[in-house]
């Protein structure tokens, strides 16, 4: 089992910037990747990014392309995710997932995101 728990959401006026943060606990020596997915109200799940565990390489959708940058942590277990010139169309609830070699399988609690215009 992996637990994830997501911390750094809040309320941003546009175009400011925001870190969320991913930590992982238990088996997190079986993760292959983690991503980042979104969720807006009425809207189905976005997977927008994702990092390779251990050769870090990384993902984007063009959503985020350029303006989000996700990275992580090994000795840390912790996966981050850099928001910059945020939109609007950007709010939503960010869960974090794990990989572990099949599917994302494990999920954080998700955290609010606010974009005010």
């Known amino acids: 089992q992996v637990q994830l728990v997501e911390s750094g959401g809040g309320l941003v006026q546009a175009g400011g910037s925001l870190r969320l943060s991913c930590s992982a606990s238990g088996r997190t020596y079986g993760i292959y990747a983690m991503a980042w997915f979104r969720q807006a109200p009425g809207k189905e799940r976005e997977f927008f990014a994702s990092?390779?565990?251990?050769?870090?390489?990384?993902y984007y959708a063009d959503s985020v392309e350029g303006r989000f940058t996700i990275s992580r942590d090994n000795a840390k277990n912790t996966m981050y995710l850099q928001m910059n010139s945020l939109k609007p169309e950007d709010t939503a609830v960010y869960y974090c997932a794990a990989h572990t070699g099949i599917k994302y399988d494990y999920w954080g609690q998700g955290t609010q995101v606010t974009v005010s215009s």
């Open positions: 990092i390779n565990w251990s050769g870090g390489s990384t």
